[in-house]
């Protein structure tokens, strides 16, 4: 199971980065590269909180006794 979240971490941190560069790359820093109504920025809010998520939980694994 440890190893699920772990990739499940990888994989979304990636596209979450991924995700950002694009942005950048077509907005620029000035234009607001992450103004929450683009829907591509909660995408990247999204995909990160899943990352924290699994993370922890690969950090933390729970002891089912």
């Given at each position: 199971m440890e190893k699920f979240m772990l990739l499940v971490a990888i994989i979304s941190f990636g596209l979450a980065i991924a995700i950002f560069i694009a942005n950048i790359l077509n907005y620029g820093l000035?234009?607001?590269v992450l103004s929450i109504k683009r829907k591509s920025s909660k995408w990247?809010?999204?995909?990160f909180l899943i990352y924290m998520v699994s993370f922890s939980s690969f950090s933390f694994p729970l002891e089912l006794v």
């Open positions: 000035k234009g607001d990247i809010v999204d995909l």
